[in-house]
């Protein structure tokens, strides 16, 4: 019989996990204007916290909500294997938010304020234009729709009866993708650079579903987790001398691959923090409606900087935010009405 301590990271990640969504979120709109604020070339206070956020917390709140994410669709698809329903709660959970605010967030775009005409918002509106030329403001959507239409070949691997095949297999698609992705650069940069954001992402997300197979069936997961920490302590240590010397063996690839396990040192820590804490109902609440603020923040992050409400500015990314919470909590509210209405027979 396993002890409380060897399962406690499995269970404390599985029952923070809406708190999680909620800091994730958080930490990607603080990130966001990190973002804007060294775009602007900004000096004093709003620079030293810029640099200090991007040193401490960066963008890894990406990786954690994918991680989530991963983990959370292998818990859906363990409980209910059939495809047919397992696809219609994923894309009833994605696509009327994306419909509302993505719709009216490219045709305000592109067609009131850019007048860049139909064809431009049928690229920008489909992600196709993500695809092909790096438009970026919801790549997470055009990454995570294909995540889904897949993801029942990665949960047949990650479950198969052999754990350590299992794991062995999980762990070498996870090296593909990284090799992958360094190879798409080598092979054609101009493709990589459109769509790197995205690619790099992939492993997180597929740890989250091994994590979900360990968490599901009430396994340890700490040395997965050791492992991870070493993997982000090592590729820290790399970044560190890419930014003394800017040739020192793969320069930026030290980076970006380090940003994908230095994440869960955070994952980790904030796992640690709010289990200590019993949770958090605020981070509760708002990690149930991550998505709609997601789609939300972006959305509307981009039309106020379309329209000369400069998001770099603390006053108007709080009234960014503001509204983002707003739109975001309604639409969700709306959402869960509509999804839990009997349905006609």
């Known amino acids: 019989m396993k002890s409380e301590k060897t399962q406690r990271i499995t269970t404390n990640i599985s029952n923070v996990r809406s708190e999680l969504f909620g800091f994730s979120i958080i930490s990607i709109i603080l990130f966001h204007y990190c973002e804007d604020v060294q775009d602007a070339g900004f000096g004093g206070a709003a620079a030293v916290f810029a640099r200090g956020y991007n040193l401490l917390l960066g963008s890894s709140g990406v990786e954690i909500f994918l991680f989530l994410s991963g983990m959370g669709l292998f818990y859906s698809m363990s409980r209910n294997p059939r495809l047919s329903d397992f696809y219609r709660k994923r894309l009833s959970r994605v696509l009327p938010a994306y419909l509302i605010f993505g719709g009216a967030g490219f045709a305000v775009l592109d067609l009131l304020l850019r007048q860049t005409g139909w064809l431009r918002f049928s690229a920008d509106f489909s992600m196709i234009s993500f695809w092909t030329e790096g438009v970026r403001l919801v790549w997470y959507i055009a990454l995570i729709l294909p995540l889904y239409l897949l993801f029942p070949l990665l949960y047949r691997l990650i479950s198969l009866p052999d754990k350590r095949l299992a794991g062995a297999l999980t762990a ?174």
């Open 172 to 345: 070498a698609l996870i090296a593909a993708v990284i090799a992958g992705c360094l190879l798409l650069h080598f092979f054609s940069p101009a493709v990589y650079d459109n769509i790197e954001i995205a690619l790099w992402r992939v492993a997180p997300f597929i740890i989250g579903a091994w994590y979900g197979r360990k968490a599901r069936s009430g396994e340890s997961f700490t040395a997965e987790a050791v492992l991870l920490c070493i993997l982000a302590a090592c590729f820290a240590a790399l970044s560190f001398a890419t930014r003394v010397r800017a040739d020192f063996l793969w320069g930026v690839f030290s980076l970006r691959i380090g940003a994908v396990f230095y994440p869960f040192i955070v994952l980790f820590a904030a796992t640690a923090v709010l289990t200590r804490c019993g949770g958090s109902r605020f981070l509760r609440s708002v990690g149930a409606a991550s998505l709609e603020l997601y789609l939300s923040h972006v959305i509307l992050r981009a039309v106020m900087n379309q329209i000369g409400l400069k998001t770099c500015y603390p006053h108007f990314y709080l009234l960014c935010i503001a509204f983002s919470a707003a739109l975001s909590f309604a639409v969700h509210k709306l959402q869960n009405i509509y999804l839990k209405r009997p349905k006609a027979n």
